[in-house]
């Protein structure tokens, strides 16, 4: 039964070395994207100091995709494009807690292209967009200045009530992370230069619209507000390098 | 970590098993024979550090013409091959550039 157990466990690594010997058309890319949302929920909050916005995490975007070429003018792939943000917050009763909040912009991109000539190609990409964005806060309500009067749970209700939740929670666990989901698509024309065969620059235009709610967050099972941001009808720009395992 | 250290040496001996190539004649060397015939995209995995080095020694001893004729080779190869759009990619390609080209043109003329 053991050394059944061992070979399950070495079929993965079989999968992995069959995909190296094989001549896969895929390609993989690392980049980034430029954007300009506005997001007053942080910017522009009354009751709570976020972390000034800059254009690292209000515009940049971190981009990675991997595609599938499943005919010669069209592949398909999965592209992430992702926003951090990091700090800490102020204007907490007693705490100075950390913050992180995350954008993320997944896409399952169809793109079809053509060759103007032999280094040169343009393409065209339109997409789904499944987002999902993440607030975390770690805090230490108890050890920040030796009262230990605030608690986790106040310092989540300061941080909702700056969004305009109005309704506290009666008690937050040990789960620190409030999340939300949403459906959008994106459109896109990309000029891409081969400076070699297999490594390529693309550049592409285009825009995103998101159906984000702010009413739809999740929080420990509960709906809560979230943030204002207008993350729709926004142009986005993105420039990678492309490596093709093709 | 056993198990990942096993991994790692069943992974490198098999990238690195490779016999070593003749210094002496570095052009005539296996990986690049079949890059001259398939393309560079073509070779696995595997064999791309090996093509890699196998070329820079051909460059510097002469053999620069044979591969920039592979790169050459393969520019075309992929120029042919996606030359002209067919089938349904045509008929996509000009529903982005529309659906982009309304979405820029509503987002100049839009007053809000």
Not at chain 1, 91 to 107: D, E, H, L
Not at chain 1, 146 to 153: F, Q
Request: with cysteine; aromatic share 14%; proline share 4%.
């Amino acid at each position: 039964m053991k050394s059944q157990i061992l070979q399950f466990k070495s079929i993965p690594l079989l999968l992995f070395m069959v995909s190296l010997y094989s001549q896969p058309k895929i390609s993989i890319d690392l980049g980034t994207g430029f954007y300009e949302p506005t997001m007053k929920g942080f910017d522009s909050n009354e009751l709570v100091s976020f972390p000034t916005g800059n254009i690292l995490t209000r515009n940049l975007l971190i981009n990675f995709s991997v595609y599938y070429e499943f005919f010669h003018n069209a592949r398909v792939g999965y592209n992430v494009l992702k926003s951090i943000d990091i700090g800490r917050l102020e204007g907490f009763a007693t705490s100075k807690p950390v913050f992180y909040r995350t954008i993320n912009y997944r896409m399952i991109p169809l793109e079809t292209f053509f060759r103007i000539k032999p280094k040169v190609e343009l393409n065209f990409t339109l997409t789904p967009i499944w987002g999902r964005s993440r607030l975390i806060l770690e805090t230490k309500p108890s050890s920040s200045d030796g009262s230990g009067v605030n608690t986790i749970t106040d310092d989540w209700n300061e941080l909702l009530n700056s969004f305009g939740d109005e309704d506290p929670l009666s008690q937050v666990a040990s789960e620190n992370t409030m999340v939300t989901d949403w459906l959008g698509y994106s459109g896109m024309l990309g000029y891409r230069y081969y400076i070699r065969p297999w490594i390529g620059i693309d550049v592409k235009m285009g825009f995103l619209n998101n159906n984000y709610k702010k009413n739809k967050w999740r929080f420990q099972g509960k709906t809560v507000k979230g943030p204002e941001m207008k993350i729709d009808e926004i142009p986005i720009f993105t420039f990678k390098v492309v490596y093709a395992l093709k | 970590m056993k198990n990942i250290v096993c991994s790692f040496i069943i992974c490198f001996s098999i990238i690195y098993s490779q016999d070593t190539f003749n210094k002496s004649s570095p052009c005539s060397d296996r990986t690049i024979t079949f890059a001259r015939k398939f393309g560079v995209k073509a070779l696995p995995v595997r064999d791309l550090p090996r093509y890699f080095k196998a070329s820079k020694i051909c460059r510097e001893k002469g053999g620069e013409t044979l591969i920039d004729q592979i790169q050459i080779n393969e520019y075309n190869r992929d120029f042919e091959q996606s030359k002209y759009m067919s089938s349904w990619t045509s008929t996509y390609g000009m529903c982005v550039t529309a659906i982009i080209f309304y979405f820029f043109v509503g987002l100049v003329t839009v007053v809000k």
